[in-house]
């Protein structure tokens, strides 16, 4: 913009002492002692007053911050204790493996004792835990069972899973001896040796204990 322009003697600055007189009216006084300055910087009141601030112009906060000490009136040994509780954020802490109920700390929480703690049992409102407790008691030893690699072949041969049940081997061995009887197939070489395998499996998954 030229300065002989027209738009230039329409340009109107605020005066210095006009901003002076805001910035007061904006902020409140110093609270350095003898300092009248506006104060729009805070600085914290320190340890026990914490959310307490000073009000203190540019310079004085300055001076404060370059001679604030959060440990003032701490030992070494308490310093050293809020330091170290500080890498944690000041909550509770446990050895690897241990949890809060190894220590106590939920039923003290709680307010429950020893004992109760000891008891405690999980908020379960539509009984799934405790289906799933009953289904595990209620378990047949037979689904639990490790098999020998010729049991695994026995129930195979009947054609039955490896937690088949001795009702459900003794069933299925009736149902395939009729199936493939030499009888029932007109003396069919290939059903007889069928029944064979089926006689043999069945025999062996009686002699194992399993029937």
């Known amino acids: 913009m030229k300065l002989n322009s027209k738009y230039f003697d329409s340009i109107r600055v605020a005066p210095k002492r006009a901003a002076e007189a ?7 006084q110093c609270q350095w002692k003898g300092c009248g300055r506006p104060a ?15 009000c203190f112009c540019v310079d ?12 003032d009136g ?19 802490t446990w050895k690897v493996g241990a949890n809060s109920w190894a220590h106590g ?4 929480q ?10 405690f049992r999980p908020h379960d409102p539509h009984g799934l835990f405790a289906e799933r407790a009953r289904q595990a008691r209620d378990a047949p030893v037979a689904e639990r069972r490790v098999l020998k690699p010729i049991e695994r072949k026995s129930l195979e041969a009947l054609h039955l899973p490896e937690t088949a049940s001795k009702a459900e ?3 299925r061995f009736k149902e395939l001896v009729k199936r493939h009887h030499p009888d029932s197939n007109g003396g069919d ?6 029944l064979r395998e089926i006689i043999q499996a069945y025999n062996y998954l009686k002699k194992a204990g399993l029937v």
């Open 22 to 28: 805001a910035s007061e009216e904006k902020h409140p």
């Open 40 to 54: 729009p910087y805070r600085a914290p009141k320190g340890r026990g007053h914490d959310g307490e601030y000073y």
């Open 60 to 71: 004085h906060v300055r001076e404060y911050n370059a001679a604030y000490n959060y440990f």
């Open 74 to 92: 701490m030992s070494d040994a308490e310093v050293v204790d809020f330091q170290k509780d500080a890498m944690t954020g000041h909550r509770p």
């Open 105 to 108: 700390t939920n039923a003290r």
């Open 110 to 119: 709680s307010g429950a004792s020893g004992n109760a703690a000891a008891g």
């Open 169 to 171: 081997i003794k069933a």
């Open 189 to 194: 070489t290939r059903s007889a040796d069928t």
